[in-house]
């Protein structure tokens, strides 16, 4: 088997995981980016297809195995062992995206999930560090300059810290979590499409509770269906209403308020596609051209030597600040 | 630091020794005191040319040499001495010195050495480790010290355990040539300074008790009888350990650490962004769907992920292997072995177009003339 590439380390972004998936082929997904579980806010970003949780280690907790056993016989669901380190939030995506049957895969990723149905998780692991698509897709949300991305990772051994990426979904009536350093997957017990998210809650805070103090910082994801689509199948779906309705109808006012409230939405969630497209592409720019230009010009302005001697100057006291 | 522990001498890229030439208008005379020419990479990652008294621990001389810069060069007009120059190209700068060592055969094989020091430093990585030679150290030696190196248990104690351990089966390189030196201390020098002819002291040779070296030979190495070709150690793996060992030097030696972003920090950014000139030069290099107005440009540059950029950039830059990456802005890729001789390689070539630029001026008003 050929040797797995280079997998970068990318932000946990809503953005970024956005069009990580779009990039990939799907259609139809985004992650959003969620503050809390409760009833409320899960039934505004209905429908929820899965939540991930994410954490980070704080040095000194070792990342051993959870205490619930993992289940057998589990052959229906993709679960994947967490092969490489840097490629963990784009593996819980997937182990979303590929144990929901309603989500548009697109070619690539349906034929990769038929194409690893039998594998051994371990095997399922292994696949999805070798496949190109996947790995270009995600490493295009690296640092600037690819090339530089090759030879080098600014944060490789540079963070003691760990990242641990949790997924939780429904499949077939129950609730899982699907952990990529565990053995297996975990059934939480039964739910329904309509109130997975309560337990799921509970779930996590019991997770939480275990974790005890303050050095666990985290973060929640929910993938969603694609809001923009949402909204404009309330549109639809109002408007439809309207057309059977005669002009001077009293139901007209609520109807167009709240028409007018669902437009509002739309605008920001597309105002926040544009802040994150253009976040993205000023990711994937190769800034490396234009640093040497800034370089270039104070090397002409008679100002970079005494900037170089500064920057030395800084960087021996934060050496000896170290020590 | 590691390698200053252990006895003899420290191991530069080149080394021999030579004195020092005092000049007096159109003469040059020689200064008596018995030095030493080494070169290294210093801790900006560029060429050093250092001259210093052999039993002295700081140098005297330390010319900072960027590639094309400058050669060294025997002077045939001496004709009783051994006397070398280095030639600066892009000034009238000369430093005169002496071979001090007995033996010349050695001399044109040193400034070879020199020259290509100085015109392609990356070659220090491969010749400057090659005292030892990888056939001869054991692979599993090799294994326990690159495992401890990447699990952070190496310490210094056991480093230096391992090293001499591998330099036990090593050819013998500089500790003979440091004892050469020592034989040297009392050879006494005759100087013959005429008035009109510039001319530099002479050497007496001196009868040595044991066969000379020079600084840099590889003499034969004994093979170890028990050790088969499969036990051998490839010469990358010895690089690798090499590259360890520098690394750990490096930050023994509190390495500077320059941050791009330092020198690219807002309030510098921002000023720039003031200038017209500076604003049109810039956007070309902005991302595609981006506007060409100040606004823009400034937002783009004082964005996080610019600052990201740099942080990485800077990063890439500290593992040194951006040598061909560097050469498609025009620089010498020993511009890429730092982010400090990034920068340094920048304004050096600044500085170089701007004086050219200045004297081509000055000959046309030469000609006009």
Known sequence: MAEAGNWCLIESDPGVFT???????????????????????????????????????????????????????????????????????TQAILSILLNRPDIDLGPELSNFKEFTADFSPDMKGLAISNSDLIRSVHNSFARSDPFVNEMHDPNAGKDEDVYHFIAYLPIHGALYELDGLSQGPVNLGPCDEDHWTDQANEAIQQRMARYGDTELHFSLMALTRDRLDTYQEQLD?????????????????????NRMEIEHHMQLEQEKRSRW??????????????????LHTLAEKKQLDPLITEAVDKGKKRNAAKQ | MVLNLYQPAQRHLVQFNAGKCIREGNLVKPDLRKGMIYMDQGEDQLMHFYWKERNSSEPEDNLIIFPDEAELVHVPECTTGRVIVLKFKTSSERWFYWMQHKKDDEDEELIKRVNTLIDNPSSAMDDGAMDIDPQNIEMELMQRLMGSASDGSLTEESLMELFSQARGHASRGQEEATETDDNTTTATVAPSVTDTVTTVADVTAQTPEKSQEAAVSTADTPKQSEQGASSAVSAEQYQQLQSILDSMQQQQQGRSSVQLNDVLNTQVLSALLDDPAVCSSLYPHLPDQTEHTPAQLRQVVLSPQFQQALHGFTSALQSGQLGPLIQQFGLDASSGLSPEAFLRGIEHKVRENQQNASSNKDEDHMDES
Not at chain 1, 279 to 294: A, G, S, V, W
Request: hydrophobic fraction near 40%; charged fraction near 20%.
């Open chain 1, 19 to 89: 069009e990580l998936i779009s990039g990939m082929g799907v259609h139809g997904v985004q992650m959003e980016e969620v503050w809390s579980l409760d009833s409320e806010s899960m039934e505004r970003l209905k429908p929820v297809y899965g939540l991930i949780f994410l954490f980070k280690w704080q040095q000194g907790h070792s990342a051993t195995a959870e205490p619930t056993q993992p289940d057998g016989g589990n052959d229906h669901i993709f679960f994947a062992q967490q092969v490489i380190h840097n490629a963990c939030a």
């Open chain 1, 237 to 257: 779906e109002i408007d439809a209403l309207m057309l059977s309705l005669p002009d001077d109808a009293p139901e007209r006012r609520q109807f167009n308020s």
């Open chain 1, 277 to 294: 497209h253009r976040e993205n592409t000023l990711r994937k720019h190769n800034f490396i051209p234009m640093i040497y230009q800034l």
